[in-house]
Nanobody, 117 residues
Framework: QVQLMESGGGLVQAGGSLRLSCAASGRVFSSLDMGWYRQARGMQRELVARISRGGVTDYAAAVKGRFTISRDNAKNTVYLQMNSLEPEDTAVYYC???????????WGQGTQVTVSS
């Protein structure tokens, strides 16, 4: 079992920045691959960025160059630094960890990010 708790969402003007945090507990954090997803109203949930247990990162095309995912294994936390925010980035952002072996898929409760134009 893994518990994930996001924080850092809020309301920001276009062009601004926010940093999301996700604190994990329940498993050895350094062994987890971590990801951030988002879901805008009426849309499907989509991958934003992910970081492997080894620190390899991957980004959705829409956020590449603006968002940075990072992790601090000593703090059991993964971060999403979001710069140059756009109204299209408005969504609920979810932290996720998943594995095919052993098989698991855990989500946080989500944090709202609203970007005003």
């Amino acid at each position: 079992q893994v518990q994930l708790m996001e924080s850092g969402g809020g309301l920001v003007q276009a062009g601004g920045s926010l940093r999301l945090s996700c604190a994990a507990s329940g498993r050895v954090f350094s062994s987890l691959d971590m990801g951030w997803y988002r879901q805008a109203r009426g849309m499907q949930r989509e991958l934003v960025a992910r970081i492997s247990r080894g620190g390899v990162t991957d980004y959705a095309a829409a956020v590449k160059g603006r968002f940075t995912i990072s992790r601090d294994n000593a703090k059991n936390t993964v971060y999403l630094q979001m710069n140059s925010l756009e109204p299209e980035d408005t969504a609920v952002y979810y932290c996720n960890t998943q594995s095919t072996w052993p098989r698991f898929n855990y989500w946080g409760q989500g944090t709202q990010v609203t970007v005003s134009s």
